[in-house]
Every structure is written in structure tokens, then in C-alpha cells.
């Protein structure tokens, strides 16, 4: 059951106070406080002064939330209205967070929630003690509403007020309850639910769209039991789409491989500097305000030891030749390994290792090879996202295994056989397909990240690889339900992420490290941001995301994703005689890029880019000016003019 108590309103008037508190206590899981029970107390007392004078309707206690990992005070169910209510109790004033908390739980039912897809939302923000405030019934397009606010004396006034939006219809309380939940958390989101305590299944979507998550878990617990049981070594590949979940999947291991057994001391390392920072803040921050006597060192000591940076791990282990503390190790973004070549130049500059000659995925499977009975690495690769000089992709890994690690055990996807963005080597896919273990499990098909559309990725992909007839009929089938528009008003881009997002809902924007002449239009990529704030502080604070006045680049949000972005193009990608062209900015001019390797990198940071943003996206490419030869009219035009043919629309 999705709540701790659920009843008609007739039945609720008439239940004893003490029955339901004790439901409500019986059903909680955590550690109960006397301020959790006197909150109870105080919100069962107001909604019987109130409710008894609406005859057909459904109360619902401590309705779970997934994505989040919480649960709404009450829903509230009359004829066909979906009331959402969160008490303040106490409070004197209709506080800016809490009126975010309360559109964030109807958000995320409108969006996840099936039986809530089309249903009216009304939420109510009901500060006990704060003046009576004069509520507005107004209505998004999408039958959300804006949030309305309520005292302990006006509750059934609000309530009543609402009652003509009713149409006469009725909602089936338990149909709707019940009906199918599909959340796609944020990486952020999900990372503090899963160190909270909640399992991936209670915050992903198992519908038979996606190979779901839990799946890939199980496969992937079932390659560690087998390896412990054989005593034997063993690497996985985890592959999927941009977006389809691979960062939480890895996440889930290492947090649920901690929990099983303390002796394996699983640990989720991460070459994203920007992924790690943002994660570990967002982890720390949650466990302190959900224990006010845990202070904010003592819980980044923790979150630092579940989440590492790769390279801390790789540098601590070119001093020891021991065998790592851990058995299983979670690369992510294990595709942006160094190449020999790569690898050998940084320690010989960097570290003073002149005789350093192995690739880094060689070096780090070098490392867990040291360990005598078993260990387990889980590599989670995406394709098609090398953004970096030197980043070796999946190839480098199956190479290393091939010619130095022959006695491990190999498990890897079907995909990785059939899609040459994984490995373009001939011999090298045919020795691990002779080699290895094929499991489908590994495969993450579908993007979860754009829950409004799951072909994001692939009209991407058709539009960078100007496939244009694909590039048409994909944008015809999302442009419905995930909004993306192209602009040459900067400001009028702005004014479109600020309408349309609604709670706590981010937005940003976005450009290319290398788009430096974005700099006369006030976009400085060169200037370093603070990832911690920009993705997780709020509207008061200018270092953050909603201010407009820091770029998140490809290196900054990679592995990360907003609700909201503005992709502001660079004049360093263009469309230009029909293909796209590659430069680089040097001095005072462009140069071309010649190289294919190099070409491909610019190419891939465009892809990350355009698949950062979960709900909607508008494209902002510059008018250019002829008195500036660095910002030609062709940079710009060419692209725009590209946009247009494919069918996408300009703000109107």
C-alpha cells in the first residue's frame, strides 16, 4: 500500500484519533520522534474540524513519493479534484521551500504517476498559524494548478473554493492509488534515496519499456556471488543510451554491495570531478537535515568514502603494491580511461613515473589483479561520449584483458557486438565474443533521463550524424511531449526556462568549452563554476544554475542533467554546405580541425550536451556580426537554417 492509511472521509470523522495514530506509527519504518507524533496529532484534529462537511471523498496518510524517496502529508480525493496537502505545523508564515515541497510532490504525480496524468492536481500549503491569504484558482495547460495556501482555521474554505473546477466526475481512490508508478529520478535524487535506505525499485520505472534496473542489479549481483563462490575474477561492462540509468545502476551495486557484506568494502569511483563533487555534496546535505546531530564533516567523511575520485584511487595505488581495501569497484564513465599513450605523457609530466607503460585500464585492472581469491570491477560505458584527448573508450579495456589478463571472467552485452560506437576493432570484437560471457541484462536500452521522451537520444543521434529524413520524422514523434524550440533572442530564451519551470524544477544553460567567442554576447565558457552550487543551491543564490550568470560546459554536467536548459551554439560546430564543420579557437582566429579522433571529441561534446536537459530544451545560436570576422554570419546561419529544415520551431 502507497500510504500508511488510507479511508473514506465519513470513516476517517468517525475513526478515534488514537487507532489512526497507532496505523500511522505502525507503518512507519524509520525511528519515530514525539515531534513526528504531535505533528500527527495536530494535522488529524484539523482535518476532522474540516473535512466533515465534504461527504464524498478519500483521505490518504503519508502517500509515498518515489522518485524523491518521501511522502506527502495528505492526498485528498473528491469527485474528480486530487488534492495534494502538506502541513507546516507551527508555522507563521507560507515559507518559499515548503511552497516548492508541495508542487514538487504534484509534479512528480502528474509526471509519474499514470492515474495522475490527466487528473486536476491541486496543491495546498497549510501553514497552521500563518494570516489567511487570498487564493487565486488558476490552471496550467496541463491540469496542474498553481499552489494554493490554507491556515488551520480556512482549510475547508480553500477546499471549497476548488470544488468548481470539479466537472462532477469521480476518481476510484483505490484504482488511482494503485495505478502504475513510473519515476525517473535525477542521479541526485537518486543517490541520497539509495543511501537513505530505499532499493532501486521502489525509485525506478519497471515497466516493460525499459530493461529495468532491478534486472541489471540482479545480473550483476549474480556475476559477484558467482565470482566469491569460484574464486575468481571478474569484469562487467554495464552499457546504455545517454540517460538510460547507468550512473544509478552502478550507485545501487556499490551502495547494496556495502550492505551485504562489509568485508567486500564496494566503493563507486568516478573520473567526473564535477559527477563526484555534486554527488558527495548532495549526499552529505541530505543526511544532515535528516539528522540534526550528525555534523556536516562527519557525514562527508562517509558519503567521501562511498564515492571516490578514480584518480585518488589510481595515485594511491601507484605508491602501494598491495592489493586494494576493496573487491568490488564500480567504474563509471569507465570510457574515459586514458590510452597508453595518454596515461604514460600524464606520469611522466605529472608524477615522475618515466617508466609508466600501461594504459589506465590496464593499470587499474592491474591493481584489482593483486588481490589473491576474488574481486569483482563493474565498468559502466557509455558509447558515443569520449569528450577528451586521450580517452580510450571500451576498446582499450577488452585490449588490456585480451593480452594480459586472459584468466578472468568476461561478461559484457549483445549490443557491444552489434554497435561499432563501442569497438570499431574487428579482431578485438571477435576475441570477446569468443572470450566472453554475452548477457543481455547489461544493456540499458532505454533513456530514462528524458522521462517525457524517450527518443531523445536517438533524435539526437540522427541530427549530429545529418540523417535528416530521421532527424524529421523523430522530432515529429517528441516534439508533443518534450518542448524544444530554437531561438536567436537571447533573452527571450531565458524568459521561456523561467515560464516553464514550476517548483523546484532546475534550469541552465549550457555551451561547448571550446565556443569561445560566446563571449561578446556575455557567455564566458573559460570561467570555472562551482558544480556544487550550480546544480544543487537554490533561486537566492547567484553562484547557482537559475541566475543565468554560469555556463555549465560538457565537462561540468556530463553524467548530471537539469529539467530545464538553454543550449546556447557555439560558432566552434557548424553547419555549413551541407556537413558539419570543426574549428578551434587560437589567439585571434580559427584554425580547422583536421584530425578524426579530434573531430569526434567536439562531435560528442554536442551530444552530451544536447542530452542534459529531462523536460525541455531551447537552442540559442547567435545572429553573428560582420564587424567581427571571429563571429561570421556562417557560423551561425548555417546551423539555424539546418534546425529549420528538420522542423524545429522558434519561440513564438
Known amino acids: 500500500m502507497r500510504a500508511y492509511y488510507s479511508d473514506k472521509i465519513e470513516n476517517f470523522i468517525q475513526h478515534d484519533t ?137 482549510l475547508s474554505e480553500v477546499i471549497s473554493l476548488c470544488l468548481a473546477a470539479s466537472a462532477g466526475g469521480l476518481i476510484e481512490p483505490d484504482n488511482w492509488a494503485n495505478s502504475i508508478y513510473k519515476p525517473t529520478p535525477t542521479i541526485i535524487e537518486a543517490a541520497q534515496a539509495l543511501y537513505r535506505g530505499h532499493n532501486v525499485q521502489e525509485i525506478s520505472r519497471s515497466d516493460s519499456g525499459a530493461i529495468n534496473l532491478s534486472r541489471t542489479t540482479a545480473c550483476i549481483n549474480e556475476i559477484i556471488e558467482n565470482s566469491k563462490m569460484y574464486q575468481k575474477k571478474s569484469i562487467c561492462f554495464v552499457t546504455g543510451v545517454p540517460g538510460a540509468g547507468k550512473t544509478l545502476a552502478g550507485l545501487n551495486i556499490a551502495n547494496e554491495r556495502m550492505k551485504a557484506d562489509l568485508d567486500e568494502h564496494a566503493v563507486f569511483l568516478s573520473g567526473n570531478g564535477p559527477l563526484v563533487a555534486v554527488l558527495r555534496e548532495a549526499l552529505v546535505r541530505d543526511e544532515v537535515s535528516n539528522n540534526k546531530n550528525l555534523t556536516k564533516k562527519q557525514a562527508a567523511i562517509k558519503a567521501n568514502a562511498f564515492i571516490q575520485n578514480i584518480h585518488h584511487f589510481r595515485d594511491d595505488n601507484l605508491i602501494s603494491k598491495k592489493a586494494p581495501i576493496e573487491k568490488v569497484v564500480v567504474f563509471d564513465e569507465a570510457q574515459r580511461a586514458w590510452t597508453k599513450e595518454q596515461a604514460s605523457s600524464f606520469m611522466k609530466r605529472k608524477k615522475g613515473k618515466d617508466d609508466f607503460d600501461m594504459s589506465e585500464p590496464e593499470f587499474l585492472i592491474d591493481v584489482m589483479n593483486r588481490h589473491e581469491d576474488w574481486c569483482t570491477i563493474i565498468c559502466l560505458i557509455g558509447g558515443g561520449q569520449e569528450i577528451n584527448t586521450g580517452e580510450a573508450g571500451l576498446q582499450e579495456w577488452i585490449d588490456a584483458l585480451k593480452n594480459h589478463f586472459g584468466d578472468w571472467d568476461i561478461y559484457y552485452s549483445s549490443l557491444i557486438a552489434e554497435n561499432r560506437s563501442y569497438i570499431s576493432n574487428d579482431d578485438i570484437k571477435r576475441w570477446l565474443s569468443e572470450n566472453g560471457n554475452e548477457k543481455n541484462d547489461l544493456h540499458l536500452s532505454v533513456s530514462v533521463r528524458s522521462f517525457r521522451s524517450e527518443k531523445l537520444s536517438d533524435f539526437i543521434h540522427a541530427l549530429l550524424e545529418l540523417n535528416i529524413e530521421d532527424s524529421k520524422k523523430l522530432y515529429s514523434e517528441i516534439r508533443e511531449d518534450y518542448p524544444l524550440f530554437i531561438t536567436r533572442d537571447f533573452n527571450l530564451a531565458k524568459q521561456w526556462l523561467i515560464g516553464k519551470s514550476r517548483g523546484s524544477e532546475r534550469f541552465g544553460l549550457l555551451a561547448s568549452s571550446g565556443a569561445k567567442r560566446l563571449r561578446p554576447y556575455g557567455i564566458d565558457v573559460k570561467n570555472e563554476i562551482a558544480v556544487e552550487y550550480w546544480f544543487l543551491n537554490d533561486k537566492d543564490d547567484v553562484r547557482s544554475s537559475y541566475f543565468f550568470e554560469d555556463i555549465a560546459t560538457e565537462f561540468d554536467i556530463q553524467g548530471l542533467e537539469i529539467d530545464w536548459a538553454c543550449m546556447v551554439w557555439g560558432e566552434n560546430f557548424y553547419f555549413d554546405e551541407n556537413r558539419w564543420n570543426y574549428q578551434t579557437f587560437k589567439g585571434t582566429k580559427f584554425q580547422n580541425i583536421n584530425s578524426a579522433t579530434d573531430r569526434n571529441y567536439l562531435k560528442n561534446s554536442y551530444r552530451v550536451l544536447l542530452t542534459r536537459a529531462r523536460q525541455g530544451m531551447v537552442i540559442y545560436i547567435p545572429q553573428g556580426d560582420i564587424r567581427d570576422m571571429t563571429r561570421d554570419g556562417k557560423y551561425y546561419d548555417g546551423t539555424y537554417n539546418y534546425f529549420k529544415n528538420i522542423g524545429i520551431e522558434e519561440i513564438k
Open 18 to 154: 488514537s487507532a489512526i495514530l497507532g496505523q500511522l506509527t505502525q507503518k512507519h519504518s524509520y525511528s519515530l520522534e514525539d515531534l513526528q507524533k504531535n505533528a500527527w496529532l495536530k494535522q488529524i484534529d484539523i482535518l476532522k474540524q474540516h473535512l466533515y462537511v465534504f461527504k464524498n471523498g478519500h483521505l490518504f496518510f503519508e502517500f509515498s513519493i518515489p522518485r524523491m524517496g518521501k511522502r506527502v502529508d495528505n492526498i485528498l480525493v473528491i469527485n474528480d479534484l486530487i488534492f495534494i496537502l502538506e502541513f507546516k505545523i507551527g508555522d507563521t508564515s507560507y515559507q518559499k521551500y515548503a511552497i516548492e515541497q508541495v508542487v514538487d510532490y504534484a509534479l512528480d504525480l502528474k509526471n509519474f504517476h499514470e492515474g495522475s496524468h490527466k487528473a486536476k492536481l491541486i496543491p495546498i500549503l497549510i501553514a497552521t498559524r500563518a494570516p489567511a491569504k487570498e487564493n487565486i484558482l488558476e490552471r496550467y495547460q496541463d491540469n496542474l494548478y498553481t499552489p494554493l495556501f490554507a491556515n488551520e482555521t480556512n
